[in-house]
């Protein structure tokens, strides 16, 4: 009798198990913990859309006045409190007075190309502008997207159909902005002012480190004055083990365009 429990214990978790791994959207949510079970160390919000909701992770600034906020796409394959930069870079952000939402962006599988993921930028933009919204409601000083991967390049189009007083800066984490049919993407012409660092490791994915170049000749044909690209030597892709080297990056670049930006206003 035990063994007949037992086993069918066993072949129900299985069932359960396999479930997970064959779809990604429950996969990302037991991953990430949407349920409240998860250490998500912030708040679960909820955010609509045309096309219905979805949920967020916000991670309220821990000291001092605040910075501004920051909203963080994560790439395909990843997740809204994925262990590889986006969790490191919502939680040290936070720690260095910056409010962060994390949104949970449609499931996709790592292992699809860029143009797949290019697919979903409608649904995507739609996500980042309810983002916005709701941080907007807090009213930040500074508005601050940080892009993974290849929503790097979603978001750079989003980029350039907002205003300076929408959005203050820009922060691509090795974002190779190139689809398929394409090529490199270079930086839209609309908003040149815009304040845009290309950030990657030193051993990026091949992708990420052979466009390098373009990516840097793309913005000085645009005539970006703004632009850095930055490389973070001896960092590996995903940045293991460096993600406090990731975060120190960003947040002085970030404390640079914001004194700059005061000092001009």
Known sequence: MIRTVLATAVFILLILSTAALSNPVTGHRQRIGLSGTGKIQGEIVKLQTKAGSFKAIFREHQRG?????????????????????????RLGLAESGWDTLSLQLPAAYRGND????????????????????????????????????????????????????????????????????????????????????DLYAERDHPPVTATATERRNAAAKAGYEDYRQRVLIGAA?????????????????????????????
Do not use: C, Y
């Not at 006045?65 to 870079?89: F, Y």
């Not at 892709?237 to 206003?265: P, V």
């Open 114 to 197: 860029a143009g797949a993921w290019q697919s979903r930028q409608t649904v995507i933009n739609e996500r980042l502008q309810a983002g916005l919204d709701w941080i907007e409601a807090r009213k930040p000083p500074n508005r601050v997207i940080v892009a993974l991967g290849d929503s790097g390049a979603i978001a750079l189009t989003f980029a350039a159909t907002r205003t300076p007083e929408q959005l203050q800066a820009l922060v691509l984490v090795s974002s190779p902005l190139a689809s398929a049919e394409t090529g490199a993407v270079p930086p839209p012409l609309q908003q040149r002012e815009l304040p845009i660092l």
């Open 237 to 265: 892709a995903g940045f293991h083990s460096q993600e406090d080297s990731l975060i120190a990056a960003i947040r002085a670049w970030l404390a640079n365009k914001i004194a700059a930006a005061a000092a001009g206003r």
């Open 65 to 89: 006045k605040a910075r501004g906020a920051v909203v963080l796409l994560h790439d395909q394959g990843s997740n809204a409190n994925s262990n590889e930069v986006i969790r490191p870079l």
